[in-house]
């Protein structure tokens, strides 16, 4: 007779799946208008979720901050030691448009956001590179 508890049945997601299940629940922003609301609001916090290298090879936004993907598993949550938290995102009512090189991860990263409470938050379409389309600058990372 065996003692290993059954494994519960799961249902398996890929990156893509993933990726458009935050899409769909997550509302999406072009840069002019990203752009725009950081100009109106300057409570508007953009935020990268890349890694630093990834950053460091093709720049960062004028304004947004930095906080990669895994740390904002941790930085946004409200039930780890205060030490761990980010006060960047203490408010969970503050605009939030998060970014990355050309959207998914971004994606994941707001998603992530909206799912822990935050009720402001968008993803900037086509991250860093629909920026530099748009004619938007970047800055060198780090600053």
């Known amino acids: 007779m065996s003692t290993q ?49 990834d950053i460091a090879a093709s720049g960062i936004i004028p304004g947004a901050v930095a906080i ?27 605009p939030i448009i998060v970014n990355c090189e050309v959207g998914p991860l971004g994606a994941l990263g707001a998603k992530l956001l909206y799912d822990m409470g935050f009720t402001n938050v968008s993803i900037l379409t086509g991250g860093v590179q629909a920026w530099k389309a748009a004619g938007f600058a970047t800055e060198a990372f780090p600053r």
Request: proline share 8%; no cysteine.
């Open 5 to 53: 508890a059954a494994v519960p049945a799961r249902t398996l997601r890929t990156f893509s799946q993933s990726v458009a299940e935050a899409m769909a629940a997550v509302p999406s922003i072009t840069p002019a208008e990203a752009r725009r609301r950081m100009q109106q609001d300057p409570n508007t916090l953009l935020i990268d979720v890349r890694d630093a290298a």
């Open 68 to 94: 990669s993907y895994g740390a904002l598993t941790y930085q946004a949550d409200n039930e780890v030691p205060a030490e761990w938290r980010s006060p960047l995102l203490a408010d969970r009512s503050r």
